[in-house]
């Protein structure tokens, strides 16, 4: 079965501190996206990786993708109550232009 | 807007109606996708499309119908709504060229079938 699983599924954090979100999947992809969504928005792309050991950065958010392990990693680095939202990573499948969704890691970040 | 829209925003329908819901892109974009997002399950892909006239099923197909008879316009049709597909309806497009497969997602549609 194709699937995306993130954990954690919630996160609460206080402001300041460093916090790691994982994203593993079962289907064979070189190609890894991770979305925000606010709450009753649309998805807004963060990270597109498509590569083994890419590694992308923007602002307090850095994500990077082991094709290898089919593990993906968005690691937040001094949290900011901005950064509370549902984060969700996605594959697309080898040889499709299919995508799986994780069901999404909601953030919540403590003042 | 990300370069795509969706029409209506909300809907309110009845059991066994039919439902048509649309997606207009400007971008040219060769695909384009319908999802839907409930709470606990993510973003599923119901159908989507690699061309005019060219789609294919999703992992949520069933009870769904897409058309795209031109690029910028893609429709997805409940053919007679049930309760549950009470969701929220993304639709994305995608230049699907080999340097850019980053989906850009519509505003959403709230269905509710009552």
């Known amino acids: 079965e194709l699937k995306v699983e993130q954990n954690p599924l919630f996160l609460s954090m206080q402001e300041g501190k460093n916090y790691t979100i994982y994203c593993n999947y079962s289907t064979t992809s070189d190609r890894l996206y991770w979305y925000r969504q606010d709450p009753g928005k649309s998805l807004e792309s963060l990270f597109v990786l498509l590569s083994n050991g890419a590694v992308k950065q923007e602002g307090r958010l850095m994500a990077s993708l082991d094709t290898k392990a089919r593990l993906s990693t968005l690691h937040i680095t001094a949290a900011v109550h901005d950064l509370s939202a549902t984060y969700f990573c996605?594959?697309?499948?080898?040889?499709?232009?299919?995508?799986?969704f994780g069901t999404g890691t909601r953030l919540k970040v403590l003042a | 807007d990300a370069g795509i829209t969706q029409s209506p925003r909300h809907k309110v329908t009845e059991t066994g109606t039919p439902v048509t819901l649309r997606c207009h892109q400007t971008e040219n974009h060769r695909y384009m996708y319908w999802y839907r997002q409930d709470p606990g399950h993510g973003l599923r892909l119901i159908h989507y499309s690699y061309g005019v006239k060219d789609t294919d099923k999703g992992e949520v197909s069933d009870g769904y119908s897409v058309s795209r008879s031109k690029t910028e316009d893609f429709l997805l049709t409940l053919e007679s709504a049930t309760s549950s597909q009470t969701s929220v309806y993304f639709c994305?497009?995608?230049?699907?060229?080999?340097?850019?497969?980053?989906?850009?997602f519509g505003p959403g549609t709230r269905l509710t079938v009552t």
């Open positions: 994305a497009r995608s230049r699907g060229a080999p340097d850019s497969y980053e989906q850009y």
């Open positions: 996605a594959v697309d499948i080898r040889g499709t232009y299919k995508y799986i």
